[in-house]
Antibody, heavy 116, light 108 residues
Framework: EVQLVQSGAEVKKPGESLKISCKGSGYSFTSHWIAWVRQMPGKGLEWMGIIYPSDSDTRYSPSFQGQVTISVDKSISTAYLQWTSLKASDTAIYYCARGSAYNYYWGQGTLVTVSS | EIVLTQSPGTLSLSPGERATLSCRASQTVSSSYVAWYQQKPGQAPRLLIY???SRATGIPDRFSGSGSGTDFTLTISRLEPEDFAVFYCQQYGNSPPTFGQGTNLEIK
């Protein structure tokens, strides 16, 4: 069974750093792109970027380029989304999903709350 | 990037009725690379349709997709109580992939 299991909810202060994770199982992790999607409170879905675990080829949406870093550790089948300095506007649910185009498999989401 | 505009914003219907949701793109979507997702509160999105008209695995045949170019439609032939949710279209033919703002399908 294909599964994407994300790390738990985080509460952070503005200016802090954060790295959340997405662990894939039940399939060949290195053979499928992983995407990250943001959903701000009460809002729609926003595509952030993708990474190919086999060679770490990474693509970002222009809206998120320079704002976050997507990485992967293929030895443990885990993809990451990272911030160096969080802002209140980063408060959202972040989903990982398998695929570079449409996404059939999704993680359960990680709620990130940034508040002073 | 391609902007997707979904209409209506909210659709109020009763179980058993037919639902028609629209998604219009700001420019032609390559190869009809449009997907539709359903999202219920507190859940991740669920893929319904890809390639504009292909149903994803396990999706009931009351869900159908159509369209090409800049205009795409998701139709639910006879609404079941579990169908009420927010629906998003997505284009993945042009980089970056983008989503519409969503249509809230609510029980009348």
């Amino acid at each position: 069974e294909v599964q994407l299991v994300q790390s738990g909810a985080e509460v952070k202060k503005p200016g802090e750093s954060l790295k959340i994770s997405c662990k894939g199982s039940g399939y060949s992790f290195t053979s499928h792109w992983i995407a990250w999607v943001r959903q701000m409170p009460g809002k729609g879905l926003e595509w952030m970027g993708i990474i190919y675990p086999s060679d770490s080829d990474t693509r970002y949406s222009p809206s998120f380029q320079g704002q976050v870093t997507i990485s992967v550790d293929k030895s443990i089948s885990t993809a990451y989304l990272q911030w160096t300095s969080l802002k209140a506007s980063d408060t959202a649910i972040y989903y990982c999903a398998r695929g570079s185009a449409y996404n059939y498999y999704w993680g359960q989401g990680t709620l990130v709350t940034v508040s002073s | 990037e391609i902007v997707l505009t979904q209409s209506p914003g909210t659709l109020s219907l009763s179980p058993g009725e037919r639902a028609t949701l629209s998604c219009r793109a700001s420019q032609t979507v390559s190869s009809s690379y449009v997907a539709w997702y359903q999202q219920k509160p507190g859940q991740a999105p669920r893929l319904l349709i890809y390639g504009a008209s292909s149903r994803a695995t396990g999706i009931p045949d009351r869900f159908s997709g159509s369209g090409s170019g800049t205009d795409f439609t998701l139709t639910i032939s006879r609404l079941e109580p579990e169908d009420f949710a927010v629906f998003y279209c997505q284009q993945y033919g042009n980089s970056p992939p983008t989503f519409g703002q969503g249509t809230n399908l609510e029980i009348k």
